[in-house]
């Protein structure tokens, strides 16, 4: 008899089929209660290793051993007649057919019900039909899609809250890199820092599919980092670990929780994508630190505290970063703000306090120097194309500058410059924007910014419908006093003058801004009398200087003092880069008479633009 019929008589391919179908069910349903458990990685890997090493002794227990109806005997002392293997074997395909069951059932619920396909089509229909209203409704979240909440430091040290939240960033950044995963950006993901709101609800604000969380905890120089990967629809969690380390060790802890992440999400890593991960971030605890504190001044300066002066204490964490890390582009970015405020105030007459001739002398130099370093950093395919325009565009190089405005608009990712907007809705490129601030949108979605961008690309890109629409879903997602501008000038576009001003007297707090907004609607509507009036009011009490003037006075059809301001801008270094600011807020195509601002017009032609820009609102007051 050969050994192949022996094994079958004996049953053991049958018992090793048996046992291997059964090991299988056994490790998955090990997988999704130890994950839902938050038990260690090694407890799942301890479970699968004693199966495995559980398959060589089930078959020799049926090569050696027979089950016989007085018990289990040796084999060799049964007698071959008496032998009831046959019917073991039959009871032993009963069994693998029925575990077979399971194991499929097992396998298609994980697979297409959990993991989930897009939805049924009544489903998505329903979807639909809840966003009709929309004229770009928003689409199902992107399958490998998740956003990275702010870790909880669990420790209360000075300076803990800021390590978990530049550890949060770190492994954000890292996970930003890889082109197969949308990821929620920082402003969005931090909204909830804080709150006790169920991942479900998380997920659903923020259009992702999975979410990471988890803690820090540091006692002197040892660090605990844990950290899961939670499917939302279910709260299935696909993966989970425990770090215990030094906090020296934080970058590497880091960057194996990002490649761990993008692996339980199926992303296939090669070194080049590695290296993108590794060079995304600071890579350095202290400076990580630094940045988280600089950041968050920079954030009150633009909102809660007086900007120049917030600015500049923020830039002092800034220096400090550079020190540490001097390739880091986004911090040189940052650094740049406060240069281009000063700028702004000087070209447009406004004074700002700790302002003198000195510092003023050094901010175009600064600024540019900013810009130049950021560009020598190692920058992600998104940000190359912008920080080439942006540079381009600030430092008066204009030849060529439609090339890069298309590389800009047009590139990967979801990285937004500072600059792209502004000369992409002033030179002719709003619709491609557009669809860019529609990307931006999904990847920051809690960020009051992306959605007064997409309004007011929408408007420009003559859909006040839907710049109307974006405006509203923003204030109630995001609401900001961006956005509160963004709404205001949609109803105006619209016709809703009288929403307009209620919303105006409600919610806009600045009263310069709300003068601004109330001229718009008059010139709008055409009322010369009532906007003779306000003018003469707002340029008695016009403590912005010469950009709003210029702006409302092109609204109201003032065409002498539009051009008086404007030639005074362009007077300065700095003028072309704010009288395209200028062009940009007032929506009513060119704003003054070209002839008034030389330095412009010879950039304009440098540059090979179209100009003017077609009036995106009609102003009947305003004759040219």
Known sequence: MSLFTELKRRNVIRVGIAYAVVAWVIAQVAEFAFENFGAPDWVLKSVVVMLLLGLPLALFFAWAFELTPDGIKREREVDRSQSIVAQTGRKLDRAIIVVLVVALGWFAWDKFFVAGSPGTESQIAADLA???????????????????????????????????????EEILNSLAQLPELLVTARTSAFSFKGQEVPIQEIAAALGVRHVVEGSVRRSGERLRVTAQLIR?????????????SSSTDAIA??????????????????????????????????AFTLYQKGTEIFEQAHGDIEMIDG????????????????????????????????????????????????????????????????????????????????????????????????RAVNAPGCYESSWIQVIADVFGYSNEFLERS????????????????TSRSALRSGDKVEALRVAREGNQVAPGGWLNIALVRALVANGQHEEARSWIDSQVQDPEIAS????????????????????????AENVSGRFWTGIVAAWGGKRDVANDAAAQVDSHPWG????????????????????????????????????????VMEFPLKGW
């Open 253 to 286: 802890v880091q960057e194996n929780i990002a490649e761990k992440i993008a692996a339980a999400l199926d992303v296939v890593l090669d070194e080049k994508k590695r290296d993108a991960m590794k060079l995304a971030g600071l890579r350095d605890v202290e």
């Open 576 to 615: 072309s880069v704010v009288l395209a600011q200028m062009t940009q807020w007032c929506a009513c195509g060119a704003p003054w008479d070209l002839e008034a601002t030389p330095h412009f017009a010879a950039k304009l032609e440098e540059s090979g633009l179209n100009w003017p820009p077609p009036p």
């Open 311 to 406: 600015l500049r204490r923020a830039n002092v964490y800034f220096d400090q970063v550079i020190e540490r890390v001097p390739g880091f582009a986004q911090v040189y970015m940052d650094r740049a703000d406060l240069f281009v405020h000063m700028l702004n105030d000087d070209a447009t007459g406004v004074y700002q306090a700790g302002q003198d001739a000195e510092n003023l002398a050094q901010a175009y130099p600064q600024l540019i120097a900013n810009y130049e370093a950021a560009g020598r950093a190692n920058l992600s395919p998104d940000m190359r194309p912008a920080m080439d325009l942006d540079l381009a565009f600030l430092s008066g190089n204009w030849r060529g500058l439609g090339g890069r405005i298309e």
């Open 232 to 244: 939302a629809d279910d709260g299935f969690h696909l993966w989970s670990e425990n770090y215990d």
């Open 438 to 453: 529609y990307r931006i949108l999904a990847c920051d979605p809690r960020r009051s910014l992306s959605w007064f961008n």
């Open 516 to 539: 601004v907004l109330i001229a718009l609607s008059t010139a709008h509507e055409g009322d010369s009398s009532r906007f003779d009036t306000l003018f003469q009011t707002f340029q």
């Open 130 to 168: 809840s966003t009709e209203q929309a004229t770009k409704p928003p689409e199902l979240p992107f399958e490998k899609s998740v956003a990275v909440l702010p870790f909880v430091a669990m420790s209360r040290g000075p300076d803990d809250e800021y390590f978990a939240d530049g550890l949060t």
